[in-house]
């Protein structure tokens, strides 16, 4: 069955704008099947590590829940270690993959030090990795 939309947690792509409504359309189109951030990003902002079988409700730049997606798949690892088929997932290659993400979480390195009280921390390509691989299993008429 089904879960009700309005009550599963949120699948959000950054901010409201350009860039969320091109990963929702990505998504609803299926050429997004995946999403990779890093672990102490998941212990910064208190989301829980996704779950295989975990249903979530993709959320566009209105706020509007307009899917229901599915964790088929989760796997922690390195950036290092990302292989070509977990990064096609989001991204047409893996060095496309290595620098869209390295950029994004270079933004995140002043809240990350901040939340584990390292000034010193950097980020490297050790870092553990959390990527879930998705897929869309309900959009309603909206």
């Given at each position: 069955m089904l879960a009700d939309i309005d009550t599963l947690p949120?699948?959000?792509f950054g901010e409201p704008g350009e860039f969320r409504e091109l990963m929702v359309a990505l998504v609803m189109s299926g050429d997004k099947t995946g999403s990779s951030n890093l672990r102490v990003a998941y212990e910064l902002t208190g989301e829980?590590?996704?779950?295989?079988?975990?249903?979530y409700a993709?959320?566009?730049?209105?706020?509007?829940?307009?899917a229901v997606v599915e964790v088929l798949e989760v796997r922690e690892h390195t950036a290092a270690d990302t292989t070509l088929e977990l990064a096609q997932h989001e991204s047409p290659?893996?060095?496309n993959w290595q620098t869209v993400h390295r950029d994004y979480w270079e933004t995140l390195v002043p809240a990350i030090r901040k939340h584990l009280d390292d000034p010193d921390w950097v980020?490297?390509?050790a870092e553990?990795?959390?990527s879930k691989v998705f897929r869309v299993v309900h959009a309603p008429v909206i």
């Open positions: 949120p699948l959000v829980p590590l996704p779950v295989v079988g975990t249903e993709l959320v566009d730049s209105a706020n509007t829940r307009v290659t893996l060095e980020l490297t390509d553990p990795v959390i």
